[in-house]
């Protein structure tokens, strides 16, 4: 089906209008951070509040220029990651951002090393205000830097390191092709079949993905090796002890929150079994297989078309604030998303925050499935919060993972309150909140399943060296079963599942942000539920301090708790009441097909 998104193509020239103003940025760039270096090296624990604050400003202005360059040559790539040119002028730019950060590095850990009476002192003063954020959690980090030389060796090597290894792994399963019935499918083509409404398609795009990703399992395998070693040197080398602890750090949690999350949502794994129960009776299987997971109920099945996307999406962000709907607008008409399904383009989705000096773009692979909307409502939440928090400047405009998928999430809420308020079949309220609780699952308890995964991999790493394909198999296999609590049958073919899903070598440890996030957004609905219109203005805010504090402080002006230990428990009762939700409109239409039958 033609979707009108084959010629949804992003518009890069906000950032440049060619590659020549590109490499004139970048050489300006590497000259400032080189100047930087001279005036300031050695000297930040000398400076008063007023000279800190404008070297800041200084080192503030060079990371959004060469920020600017990164995003282009990121992004130029990320739609043609099989072109030897822009793969180029991607390396090409990340080395000279490690050149770059050599000259930078010194300020952060110049910083870090001041004493902290001195640190509170200088915290204290209002012109420092707008960085006192980010000075407070590089204090933290003191313990877990190296020295200058250290850092700027680690650096350096970072390029043709890990970060080699991510591109590499990128590239790969950007070339993959996958043959379903006589075609060749992209990765982000073939795993859109799972979810037709066509039971034998979506069983043999499963065998297809599999075989798949068993021609380059070997490839696959390494890479994942070496990023979970590449971790545990890093971890060793900075003193961490756990694979997680950097991570939470990162994100503005204790290690204790994290743990109070996984064992709440792990405790409640009844939650999916009864949900995919309900599921294969609705589809009137005798068994639920892993390709039937995301099988559409009903008129889950209906395709929208690009316009009707827009119009759904963009409506529903200008009724819970005009404003928002104001940005949303723009992304549309200024040309900063790139939807279209295009050989070589990165799978998934992404919306890329670019730098204050400029604007998001989120890139989409779109079929005009319900669950693409819900995806276009998602990464525009994200794109909104990138373009609300860039007042804040580059080094507070970013939130940690944990606040990352607040906007989003909330996104997609909006979105589904308002199909569910237009509609009054109760079969298609069911299909539609079927497909809500779906991702759902997806967001909570699989992401949590698959910390569980990340979990095993790296203390396997570390005690047992190098593993083999079969050890990722089994414990990817172990963790998944845990979770479905034998509601799904797994397939010998979901086995190599592991493989594709590219988080776990981007960023470990991020997956369990995705359950923070959906778990903080089911509180924050409530509170809009009750609140109103009172409520918007004070979530604009929250989108617009970005990460200038702390996510506790942040949130707390909205009146939800993140230190209560039983916060997660209300969000996963607010699940568990939309699963008894469906099964009561489930009743109603079973019984009301039984009845025309009869």
């Not at 290894?165 to 993959?176: H, I, P």
Request: aromatic residues 12%; charged residues 25%; negative net charge.
């Amino acid at each position: 089906m033609m979707t009108g998104a084959e010629h949804v193509r992003w518009d890069l020239r906000d950032l440049y209008p060619d590659e020549t103003a590109l490499q004139q940025d970048l050489a300006q760039g590497l000259a400032q951070a080189e100047a930087f270096y001279a005036r300031y090296h050695s000297k930040i624990a000398s400076l008063d509040a007023e000279a800190l604050a404008e070297a800041l400003r200084q080192y503030e202005a060079i990371l959004d220029r060469l920020g600017r360059a990164y995003t282009y040559a990121y992004l130029n790539w990320a739609t043609q990651t099989e072109d030897p040119a822009c793969g180029a002028l991607l390396q090409q730019v990340r080395e000279a951002y490690a050149q770059a950060t050599k000259h930078l590095l010194f300020l952060e850990l110049e910083w870090a090393q001041l004493e902290a009476e001195r640190a509170q002192e200088l915290l204290a003063a209002e012109v420092l205000r707008p960085f006192r954020h980010y000075l407070e959690l590089q204090q933290r980090l003191r313990p877990h830097l190296l020295s200058e030389p250290e850092e700027k060796i680690l650096a350096e090597k970072r390029v043709t390191g890990r970060d080699a290894w991510v591109r590499f792994f990128d590239e790969l399963l950007g070339a993959m092709r996958f043959s379903l019935d006589g075609q060749l499918l992209t990765e982000q083509e073939v795993l859109a079949k799972l979810y037709d409404p066509d039971r034998e398609v979506r069983r043999q795009a499963a065998l297809a993905l599999t075989e798949g990703l068993k021609t380059r399992l070997r490839e696959l395998t390494y890479v994942f090796n070496i990023v979970l070693a590449d971790k545990a040197a890093e971890d060793r080398l900075r003193g961490y002890r756990s694979w997680i602890e950097s991570r939470n750090l990162a994100n503005e949690v204790s290690d204790e929150m994290v743990e109070a999350l996984i064992q709440a949502v792990t405790e409640r794994y009844e939650l999916v079994a009864r949900f995919y129960e309900l599921k294969r009776r609705l589809l009137g299987y005798a068994e639920l297989y892993d390709y039937d997971r995301y099988a559409p109920i009903g008129q889950a099945s209906t395709r929208y078309s690009w316009e009707e996307a827009r119009q759904l999406v963009q409506s529903a962000y200008d009724a819970f604030h005009p404003r928002l709907g104001r940005i949303v607008a723009e992304f549309f008409e200024r040309r900063w998303i790139d939807a279209a399904l295009v050989p070589g383009k990165r799978s998934g989705a992404f919306s890329h925050g670019a730098v204050p000096s400029a604007h998001p773009y989120i890139l989409l692979n779109y079929t005009g499935t319900i669950r693409d909307v819900q995806t276009l409502a998602h990464e525009l939440g994200h794109g909104v919060h990138q373009y609300l928090s860039r007042k804040q400047g580059v080094l507070q405009a970013d939130t940690p993972l944990t606040m990352a998928e607040t906007a989003s999430v909330f996104g997609e809420m909006l979105v589904f309150e308002r199909l569910m308020a237009a509609e009054t079949d109760a079969a298609n309220r069911l299909a539609m909140l079927m497909g809500k609780i779906d991702d759902t699952i997806a967001t909570v308890f699989r992401q949590v399943a698959m910390n569980r995964f990340e979990d095993r991999i790296h203390v396997a790493r570390r005690t047992q060296g190098e593993l083999p394909p079969e050890a990722f198999c089994a414990y990817w296999m172990e963790t998944q079963q845990a979770m479905f609590q034998g509601s799904v049958t797994l397939g010998e073919h979901y086995r190599y599942w592991w493989s594709y899903i590219p988080h776990f070598v981007h960023t470990p440890g991020y997956v369990y942000a995705y359950a923070f996030g959906e778990l903080l957004v089911l509180a924050l609905f409530a509170r809009y539920r009750e609140e109103g219109d009172t409520f918007a203005e004070r979530y604009l805010a929250l989108l617009e301090a970005g990460g200038s504090d702390w996510p506790h402080v942040l949130v707390g002006r909205l009146g939800v708790d993140l230190k209560d230990t039983t916060f997660w428990h209300q969000g996963l009762t607010a699940i568990e009441a939309l699963i008894e939700q469906a099964e009561a409109l489930a009743e109603q239409v079973l019984g009301s097909t039984n009845a025309q039958a009869a």
